[in-house]
């Protein structure tokens, strides 16, 4: 009996990433209207993410073949992944640095006039709120299901678990590009990356979705409640002025995120030993 062919292919999961950016972008521009205001834009972004990305991504993940909840991570993990999710934090000051160093490399040109740095504001506590549900609520949700869930397990069984692992974080790292400048899209993309070998990393070594979608959530609530509370706990080149964050939190950061990656990788090495190399 032939094995089922796996879905998506590499082309297939290019096209879907962007497909499901234009679709989100098109719908929350939509949602938002022409003059969006503050309490509006994480609505009609949450909006634009769950049907560009979780709706392409549910419509796709019906041609995954069976056994489909076990290829799409829709499973518990061991309990030992959580270490590793922990010691994968301190990514978030790596990313930083990179950006850091971009804009050293590249310095950034000025942004044409009208043009919005941030459209989510956190200012009041109402917007913080209303900026953590969308970021660290649904977004690391929608966009784990998308990348890791349907797109990852396609990918790595037609070209491999390095390989596979590198193209959905390549697509991933796309799907965040941003900025007018491409200096402001290789800083977004490098660190993109990053985060989606992370990501996919956990990914295939648990053969859960679950331990991405948590680093995701603490990643992006990192990002979130350290610019809240930058006037409390600045750290420069993080989230106070600064052209780079000191070098032992840099430095300890890199060590912990390779400590991270290596018990990420002995324990899914682990998990296939005991399973007898399923």
Do not use: Y
């Amino acid at each position: 009996m032939s094995r089922p062919q796996s879905f998506p292919g590499p082309w297939p999961a290019a096209l879907l990433t962007l497909l499901a950016m234009f679709v989100s972008q098109l719908l929350a521009a939509l949602f938002a209207g022409p003059q969006p205001s503050a309490g509006v834009v994480p609505t009609a972004l949450g909006f634009g993410l769950a049907v560009g990305f979780g709706g392409l991504g549910t419509l796709a993940a019906r041609r995954v073949p069976p056994p489909a909840d076990a290829r799409l991570g829709l499973r518990s993990f061991a309990p030992a992944f959580l270490i590793s999710i922990v010691l994968l934090l301190p990514l978030v000051v790596v990313v930083s640095e990179l950006d850091n160093v971009t804009k050293a490399l590249f310095p950034p040109a000025p942004e044409p006039a009208g043009a919005v740095a941030d459209p989510l504001s956190l200012s009041t506590p109402l917007d913080l709120l209303q900026s953590a549900v969308l970021i660290v609520g649904i977004v690391p949700v929608v966009e784990e299901w998308f990348f890791r869930g349907v797109l990852q397990q396609g990918v790595v069984d037609r070209l491999g678990p390095v390989r596979g692992v590198g193209l959905t974080a390549l697509l991933f790292a796309l799907a965040h590009g941003g900025g007018t400048t491409a200096a402001s899209w290789v800083s977004a993309g490098g660190g993109m990356l990053l985060f989606g070998l992370a990501f996919g990393a956990l990914r295939i070594a648990s053969g859960s979705l679950l331990p991405p979608v948590l680093l995701h959530m603490a990643v992006n609530a990192c990002g979130v409640f350290g610019t809240a509370l930058a006037a409390r706990v600045p750290i420069a080149g993080f989230n106070a002025p600064g052209e780079h964050s000191p070098l032992p939190l840099v430095v300890g950061s890199v060590v912990a995120s390779a400590l991270g990656l290596a018990v990420c990788l002995r324990l899914g090495r682990r998990g296939r030993g005991a399973s007898g190399g399923a």
